[in-house]
Each structure stands twice: as structure tokens, then as C-alpha cells.
């Protein structure tokens, strides 16, 4: 049998600011102080948030939710680097990139105690997506905008967040390949941040990469290190430029790791060992920007001081609102299924409200 290479491909990695914040003069992309600085501060104000929400729900004033805390390096350069008319569409972990579009720090408070009105932005042009619980569905979303803005000659492009256990969806496939086909202007980020509920990355998927997954769409897949704001940054313009001068998606993989629990009904002790969590926190993002920023002289304890105190107050407000007396009903989401009255819907909404007499609960 005649045995020619017909095809050969490779996967690279991209980090320049590396876990003891030292940064790789030749790659930095040299972003301007104002630029590095609002990075930092929408990072620590997505930090200070996750970490408010984790207490809020300990002390029974919030519901269930998926910490972020970690994963900030990824979605914050991602939508600073993004234009006003792009299209954003996260899965769950995104809360800092959501902050940059413009979501209200109220709103996230809103959603996880399963008031629809979390979902409600302030302005009606930030093409911010509600936040998509179920796995892989805005990866055809994003295909479709994407295609629809190039469609009516719009300069956008559309950027989805998935997480390595997202990959393993139908939709994630199925949306890839239509992006790749029609070179449609979009990004797809992969937050592998090592877990999916209790599957280990090693046991999603065979591959050794995720980025390699773009290799059969014939479209590029690049991995970066997703703990580094600087590599995100340089990975997420390039595939932006791609998209926008028509030459189609791209897909990032950023490597990262899930430091808290799944969600707060999760308990990730039972399925991963203290050691390996203690070694991922060395290596959060935090740590190395601050590094990075004192060595470049533009950080000091005086900022650090104000900054702290700037993020916390602003955080402090947010829960001030969102535990201020509102008439928010309990059964909106009804409202919202179809356009117009439908009967089974009404049903669904009796039973609803009923169940919620007979437990007790209010609005
Ligand atoms: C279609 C669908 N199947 C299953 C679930 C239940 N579920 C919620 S999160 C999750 C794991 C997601 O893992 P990953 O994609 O790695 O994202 P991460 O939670 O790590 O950010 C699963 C299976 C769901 N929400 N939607
Ligand atoms: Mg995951």
C-alpha cells in the first residue's frame, strides 16, 4: 500500500509572562500603562465579586453559583481587546469579560438568586449574551451571529467561551465546523480549566490537546496559557484580526484551573487531592500581574491600597442594591418562553406558584 504524508499538523503554545511573573521581552506585547492597569483593576473587581458571592451564599443570602475565582486572566483581556459591536457569549465563568461588556455587578447577583431581571443590561446595543448553563449552546449561537453580522456587512465579530467538558458536545462540533465552512468572523475560547464537575481533562477526551480540535475543522487552534493576561491578549487580537479580514475563526485554548468547587453544591475534595489545588493556586494570574507591574514601576503598596479598598466599596454597594427591598416576581421567567400567551405555559406558571406556597417561599 502506497504510504505518503498527505498531511502534517502542529499545535503551539504561547505564554509570556510565566507563573514567577516573568515576562518574555521578546513576545511582551507592550500595552500601555492605562491599558495594563484597567486589566488589573476589572480582574481584582471580578476577584473581590467571587469572592463577596462565596460568602453571600454561605450565609444562605445567595443562590448556587460557579466561582470564577482564577480564571479572570481569560475572559478580562478577552473583552478589553474586543470592539463595541462584537458579540460576547459566555458559558457560566466569565464574570470578570462580563463586567468589561458592561453587565452591572448587580446582575450576577441577581441571576444566581433566580431573578430573571439579573439578565436585563442597561443598555440594549452591548451584544452581551445571557449567561448559557446548558453545555455548548452558544457555540452555534456565536456561529450564527457571526455569520449574520458578516451577512449584513456589519465590521463584527463573535466570540464564545466554552469549557474543556463543553467540547465533548454535539454543539460544539457541529458549530465549529459551520463557522469553519462559512469563515465566519468568530472566536472560540476554551477555558480548560482542568475539570468538568468531577471529569478530569484526561478523561474528556483522547486528545492531547484542545486545541488540536480546530485542526479538523481546517481552521487554526492555538494553545495559550490562559493564567497569563498578556499571552490571552496577543491570542485573542490575532484571532480577532482573522476574523474580521475574513479569513474565518479560530480556535483558543486557554490552559487554566478551577480553583474553587464546581458550584457551591459541588465538594471537590472528594474527587481531587488538596496538593494539586494548593500547587494550581502558585500559579493563578494574580500573583505574576502584580509582579509584573511592580517590576515595570507602575505598582506600588499605595496603589494596592487604594485599589483594594476602590473594589471592595464598589462590590459593597452592589450587595446593598441587590438585598434592597425589590418587586421582582418569581414567576417572570413564564413571561419570557413565547412571545404571546400560551396555555401550557400558564399551567406550568399555576403549578409553579403553587409549589412555592406550599414551601414556604416569597417573592
Ligand atoms: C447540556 C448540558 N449537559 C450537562 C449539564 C450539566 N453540567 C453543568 S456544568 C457541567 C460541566 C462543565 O464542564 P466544563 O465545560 O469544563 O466547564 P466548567 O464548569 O469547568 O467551567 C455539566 C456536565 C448542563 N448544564 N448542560
Ligand atoms: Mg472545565
Not at 185 to 208: E, G, K, L
Request: glycine share 8%; with cysteine; aromatic share 8%.
Amino acid at each position: 500500500m502506497p504510504n505518503k504524508q498527505v498531511a502534517k499538523f502542529t499545535v503551539s503554545y504561547l505564554q509570556i509572562l510565566d507563573e514567577d511573573g516573568q515576562v518574555d521581552a521578546k513576545l511582551d506585547p507592550k500595552l500601555s500603562d492605562d491599558h495594563l492597569l484597567e486589566m488589573l483593576r476589572w480582574m481584582r473587581l471580578a476577584r473581590e465579586l467571587d469572592g463577596r458571592m462565596l460568602k453571600l451564599q454561605r450565609q444562605g443570602r445567595l443562590g448556587t453559583f460557579p466561582p470564577n475565582t482564577g480564571q479572570e486572566a481569560i475572559s478580562v483581556p478577552v473583552a478589553m481587546a474586543m470592539q463595541k459591536n462584537d458579540w460576547f457569549a459566555g458559558a457560566f465563568r466569565e464574570l470578570g469579560g462580563r463586567l468589561v461588556r458592561g453587565e452591572p455587578l448587580t446582575g450576577t447577583l441577581y441571576y444566581y438568586n433566580g431573578w430573571e431581571e439579573g439578565n436585563i443590561l442597561p443598555r440594549d446595543d452591548l451584544r452581551l449574551l445571557p449567561q448559557s448553563v446548558v453545555i455548548g449552546c452558544q457555540i452555534p449561537h456565536v456561529a450564527g451571529l457571526a455569520y449574520a453580522s458578516r451577512y449584513k456587512g456589519e465590521d463584527a465579530a463573535a466570540v464564545a467561551f466554552i469549557g474543556d467538558g463543553g467540547t465533548s458536545e454535539g454543539d460544539f462540533h457541529e458549530g465549529l465546523n459551520f463557522a469553519a465552512t462559512w469563515k465566519a468572523p468568530a472566536v472560540f475560547v476554551v477555558q480548560n480549566n482542568q475539570w468538568a464537575i468531577s471529569i478530569p481533562r484526561a478523561q474528556q477526551t483522547a486528545s492531547a490537546t484542545l486545541a488540536q480540535k480546530a485542526i479538523a475543522y481546517g481552521i487554526p487552534g492555538v494553545q495559550v496559557d490562559g493564567n497569563d493576561p498578556l499571552a490571552v491578549h496577543v491570542a485573542i487580537s490575532e484571532a480577532l484580526e482573522r476574523a474580521r479580514k475574513g479569513d474565518g475563526p479560530t480556535l483558543i485554548e486557554a490552559i487554566t484551573y478551577r480553583l474553587m468547587m464546581h458550584t457551591t453544591a459541588d465538594d471537590p475534595t472528594k474527587y481531587r487531592s488538596k496538593a494539586e489545588e494548593e500547587e494550581a493556586w502558585t500559579k493563578e494570574p494574580l500573583i505574576r500581574f502584580h509582579k509584573y507591574l511592580r517590576d515595570k514601576g507602575i505598582w506600588d503598596d499605595a496603589k494596592e491600597e487604594k485599589l483594594a479598598a476602590e473594589v471592595k466599596a464598589e462590590v459593597e454597594a452592589a450587595v446593598k442594591e441587590f438585598e434592597a427591598p425589590n418587586d421582582y416576581q418569581l414567576d417572570a421567567p413564564f413571561q419570557h418562553v413565547y412571545g404571546t400567551e400560551h396555555d401550557e405555559i400558564n399551567q406550568q406558571r399555576q403549578e409553579f406558584l403553587e409549589n412555592v406556597k406550599r414551601e414556604g417561599g416569597h417573592g
